[in-house]
């Protein structure tokens, strides 16, 4: 049996790999979060832990005993790998699993990739100083590059690893999630790797409009005057 940790699990992400693994033999599943009452009802006779991922106290006690670490976070996300990886270097445990930002490397090619820089700016910088927290460590992490998310019912994704040129312009969250799934029942999968996830056949210069609104940004009627709105 492997016990994985969930670090952020009200994420949407998070979400749906808890639906994936609930209820697997194999898995016994701790679900940390601030806010334990955001969590399904299927999910609240799992192992909760109310907590900070900045918090070194609150990771450390979360970290004990586990096999694999899963962290879908915002906001503070440097802190919060600083956090994770030194309590998780304390405990002895390796594994880790982290959903970072595509762009983070400029590996997008292209107008889409110019597009996506310019909009998401100081966004996916704060996702590029965490990767780089856990690259510097001696963990075996996994990180994953979504494209723009929708919350599209399907899994349909494709990888690229971290030197590669990222190809489509959007994936369904529930892909990302089973992608995340596949790497916990197969812990040796992409082991200090960062791996971007996009659904096939959608490269383009932008994402479809609906999808750039569901994430917060739009694009007015002159191509160069780039405008976003981010929560």
Do not use: C
């Not at 405990?91 to 597009?115: C, D, H, M, Q």
């Not at 899994?155 to 892909?175: I, M, N, Q």
């Not at 959608?202 to 994402?207: I, K, L, N, Q, Y």
């Amino acid at each position: 049996m492997k016990n994985v940790l969930i670090i952020g699990a009200s994420s949407q992400i998070a979400s749906h790999a808890e639906q994936m693994l609930v209820g697997d033999p194999e898995i016994k599943l701790t679900l940390f979060l601030r806010h334990p009452a955001r969590l399904a009802d299927n999910l609240k006779d799992q192992r909760i832990i109310t907590g900070d991922a900045t918090k070194l106290a609150d990771v450390q006690e979360a970290v004990k005993g586990q096999d694999i670490v899963y962290a879908s976070l915002a906001g503070e996300v440097k802190a919060a790998a600083e956090t994770i990886v030194q309590a998780m270097d304390t405990a002895g445990v390796k594994r880790l699993i982290w959903t970072s930002s595509l762009g983070i490397y400029n590996e997008i090619p292209g107008e889409f990739g110019r597009w996506n820089q310019q909009v998401l700016g100081s966004y996916y910088h704060h996702y590029r100083l965490a990767a780089d927290v856990i690259e510097a460590s001696d963990l075996d992490y996994t990180i994953i590059r979504p494209a723009w998310l929708t919350n599209l019912d399907e899994v349909d994704y494709e990888t690229t690893h971290r030197d590669d040129p990222f190809k489509g312009t959007e994936v369904s969250r529930k892909s990302v999630a089973a992608y995340v799934v596949s790497v916990i029942k197969e812990p040796t999968k992409d082991v200090r790797d960062s791996i971007g996830v996009d659904k096939p056949g959608t490269e383009a210069d932008r994402p479809r409009p609906d999808v750039m609104a569901a994430n917060g940004g739009y694009e007015p009627a002159v191509k160069e005057d780039i405008k976003v709105r981010f929560p």
